[in-house]
């Protein structure tokens, strides 16, 4: 294909770089476990971001830092401290007070907002991310944060109380699960790891977190205000191959919950190593293959514009993205048209860039996948609809429309997590749900009609095939108060602020007999302020 876009200058020379933007090199030689800044002295990974830079040898990434690639014995060791912070539940973290928990939680928030600049910027030049949207995500996080200290409060409420039944009087409240191991993923390398991570904190497990493999450095300047915010081995993080050190946590048995957000074959194997499998709770958000169903019905406009939002923020390399359009014959030529149309509008270049929409992709393989993608699609039938769509430079791909899809090509089950739209026409309704029905994930669906009684008999098949039906907009996960969960391959737990507080505890109850002895004996506990499970204290 003719290219008219000239990718190549997108890219700039390292003195066009705006100087807001500009980062200095930060070379980590240090990881947090056992409640100490470890010194690293041994093998480093280089960080190179997806911006390429103009250089009289050509196009090359730019150099942003490095970071230890610690071995199984510091992960070991952290798994160790973690597992001794926690005691069996008898550690200083797992039985402080909920409010006390909450104090630290409120002291890590203020520390890590002074890093804010910095942290965005490391968003910025390890993933490809637009500034906007990565002060967006750093924002969004801290939001959570305090969503999810308000919403324990509310819990802790609801739990100060006794209950009387049957004679019998118990205390309910939320006790902690022990080590948790939390890993994020690339795209959102900060909120997503926090929406896992700041939840099990909270109720009072110990952590031993790993950061993405893109989207590393940018935890680095958070390691001090952790080290000084919470007890001795309460967060650890681990750095390193994920293939060499995660099994050996694994296999150890010391690992109580996982958390991963990322592929479910990965997790799947991790699971599998576990020697006590019934021990161990997953918290998981895994792949997705979204899809979009736009009937006869919809209005093309709105249609186009939420595809459009859908498929390509952030290049499309979302879990909630739109990755399969189905649209209906009747309407296809025109959707293809607006939408054609408007991705053409969307503005392409740097992350610094002011209204960027289309920024450089942060995994290295992906431009070749991508192009395979494409390729096998239009070997078996079909076309890329728009103008250059697919043209790659480098880390910039340029989006690509393709139609018609069908079965038989990679488009029609892979998730591509990037920015590709597979559209295809069908005659019946029963086609997109069949497609649902038949696919090993179950995240979310948008539908796209104005006539109330089409929409309510899709409602009512698709809500047991995925875990959101988004009627007339993009799939996303947000507001955070929302489950946000999937069927089948997509998820295991539900994450939201009140859902992840529960994911991350059990239910404990204190009961006894109602008689005067017993009454006697609860009343001197609470009035002593003696334990801090068996309580009345009210959190304002």
């Known amino acids: 294909m003719e290219t008219t876009l000239n990718l190549e200058s997108v890219f700039v020379e390292e003195s066009q770089i705006p100087q807001e933007f500009l980062i200095e090199e930060i070379h980590q030689r240090e990881f947090l476990s056992c409640g100490e800044l470890k010194p690293w002295n041994g093998e480093v990974h280089s960080v190179y971001s997806p911006v390429c830079v103009h250089t009289s040898e050509g196009l090359k990434r730019k150099l942003i830092g490095t970071y230890p690639v610690c071995t199984q014995k510091e992960a070991i060791d952290s798994l160790d401290a973690a597992v001794e912070a926690y005691n069996n539940g008898r550690g200083v973290w797992p ?11 409120e002291n890590f928030t203020h520390k890590m907002i002074a890093q804010k600049d910095i942290v965005v910027k490391l968003i910025m030049w390890e993933i490809g991310k637009s500034y906007a949207d990565s002060i967006k995500e750093f924002d969004r996080t801290v939001e959570y944060i305090y969503a999810t200290i308000d919403a324990l409060k509310d819990i802790d409420r609801d739990s100060s109380r006794f209950q ?36 099990a904190l909270i109720m009072g497990n110990t952590i031993l977190f790993k950061p993405p493999k893109h989207g590393t450095l940018l935890f680095y300047p958070l390691l001090q205000a952790f080290k000084e915010s919470f007890p001795k081995g309460v967060v650890n993080t681990i750095y390193g191959r994920g293939h060499n050190i995660v099994p050996v946590l694994m296999q150890s048995g010391k690992i109580n919950v996982l958390t991963l957000i990322g592929s479910s074959k990965v997790a799947d194997e991790l699971k599998k190593m576990h020697p006590k499998v019934n021990r161990l709770r997953a918290i998981l958000g895994l792949d997705a293959k979204n899809a979009a169903i736009i009937t006869q019905n919809a209005d093309v406009k709105l249609a186009v514009s939420e595809t459009v939002l859908g498929s390509l923020s952030f290049n499309g390399q979302r879990c909630t993205a739109l990755k399969i359009i189905f649209v209906h014959k009747s309407i296809v030529d025109e959707f293809l048209s607006q939408l054609t149309a408007e991705v053409e509008k969307l503005k392409y270049g ?5 209204g960027v929409a ?11 996948y991508l192009k395979e993608c494409i390729d096998d699609a239009v070997a078996k039938g079909a076309r890329v609809v728009n103008e250059n769509g697919g043209e790659t430079c480098e880390s910039f791909v340029y989006p690509a429309i393709v139609y018609p899809v069908n079965k038989e090509m990679k488009l029609y089950r892979e998730e591509q997590f990037g920015p ?39 409602i009512d098949p698709l809500v047991n095939q995925v875990s959101r039906v988004n009627v ?6 947000g507001p955070d108060v929302f489950p946000f969960t999937g069927r089948k391959d997509s998820a295991e737990g539900t994450l939201s602020v009140v859902d992840a507080l529960r994911s991350f505890s059990i239910r404990s109850l204190v009961a006894t007999k109602l008689n005067e002895n017993n009454k006697h004996l609860l009343n001197e506990i609470v009035s002593a302020e003696n334990s801090n499970f068996l309580s009345t204290k009210f959190i304002f």
């Not at 049957?166 to 997503?192: H, K, T, W």
């Not at 289309?358 to 992906?366: G, V």
């Not at 007339?472 to 996960?477: A, I, V, Y």
Request: aromatic share 6%; net charge negative.
């Open 420 to 458: 590709v739209i597979p559209v295809l026409a069908f005659d019946d309704l029963e086609e997109p749900i069949q497609y649902l029905i038949e696919s090993t994930h179950g995240q979310q669906v948008s539908v796209f009609s104005n006539d109330a009684e089409e929409v309510a008999s899709l």
């Open 95 to 105: 039985t402080m007070g909920v409010q006390e928990r909450i104090a630290c939680v």
């Open 472 to 477: 007339n907009c993009q799939c996303q996960r």
């Open 164 to 199: 009387i039944e049957q004679g019998i009087v118990a205390q309910v409240r939320r006790s902690p699960l022990g080590v948790v191991l939390c890993m994020g993923p690339f795209n959102y390398p900060l909120n997503e790891t926090f929406t896992t991570l700041i939840p």
């Open 358 to 368: 289309l920024t450089p992709l942060p995994e290295p393989h992906k431009p070749a």
């Open 350 to 354: 740097m992350p610094w860039e002011k």
